[in-house]
């Protein structure tokens, strides 16, 4: 079945320590998305990409990087310059535009925790 | 920033009734306006999507918007315990070449039995 992949579906970070979450779509999509979602509060844009080898920063790109090398995949690195990475990160992808009418499709998300 | 302001909830309703949510958004400029219903730790799922002005029915489900006055709302009729969840506005956002969506804080709705 077609649809977005995301790895690991819990993980905790150290003090200090760099976390890569993963993403991969089999829907051939070309933009992709990453948000972050803390508790009892809406979806925050990190980082997006519409082709292969370009990507752009959201409203809170502080603390996180991408890579776009593939047009299946867009993982999320969490550094250790983000101080306070705890939350519930989720992966989007879409073919076209939003104005065209075209769905969503997110990933089943992935809890970060700093232990 | 472009925002898209909600009531965080949550909103009481008994069962069978309706339930009615809002939602505002600053951009003028906007096109495309969505309802995602989302479950405690699970991911956003569509409900709508609506681009014109006026009504959309889908089953139980109405999308209201008017962009005159910067306003996107949603009614579920014969509400259910299972339509207990949090409703998250999502408003796109098109600069320059790329698209991208603004999403509400959302609002939680409880059905009461």
């Known amino acids: 079945d077609g649809g977005i992949t995301q790895s690991p579906k819990y993980l905790f970070r150290k003090e200090g320590q760099n976390v890569t979450l993963s993403c991969e779509q089999n829907?051939?999509?070309?933009?992709m998305y990453w948000y972050r979602q803390d508790p009892g509060q809406g979806l925050r844009l990190i980082y997006y990409?519409?082709?292969?080898?370009?990507?752009q920063k959201g409203d809170i790109a502080e603390g996180y990087s991408v890579s776009r090398e593939k047009k299946e995949s867009f993982p999320l690195t969490v550094t250790s310059a983000q101080k306070n990475p705890t939350a519930f990160y989720l992966c989007?992808?879409?073919?076209?535009?939003?104005?065209?009418?075209?769905?969503?499709?997110f990933g089943e998300g992935s809890w970060l925790t700093v232990v | 920033q472009k925002e898209v302001e909600q009531n965080s909830g949550p909103l009481s309703v008994p069962e069978g009734a309706i339930a009615s949510l809002n939602c505002t958004y600053s951009?003028?400029?906007?096109?495309?306006f969505f309802w995602y219903r989302q479950y405690s730790g699970k991911s956003p799922e569509l409900i709508m999507s609506?681009?014109?002005?006026g009504d959309k029915e889908d089953g139980r489900f109405t999308a209201q918007l008017n962009k005159a006055s910067q306003y996107v709302s949603l009614l579920i009729r014969d509400s259910q315990p299972s339509d207990s969840a949090t409703y998250l506005c999502?408003?796109?956002?098109?600069?320059?070449?790329?698209?991208?969506?603004?999403f509400g804080t959302g609002t939680r709705l409880q059905v009461t039995l």
């Open positions: 990409s519409q082709i292969v080898n370009d990507f």
């Open positions: 609506i681009y014109s002005n």
């Open positions: 989007a992808s879409i073919r076209g535009h939003w104005s065209s009418g075209n769905t969503i499709y």
């Open positions: 829907l051939n999509h070309d933009a």
């Open positions: 999502a408003v796109n956002d098109n600069t320059g070449t790329a698209s991208k969506l603004t």
């Open positions: 951009d003028r400029g906007s096109q495309s």
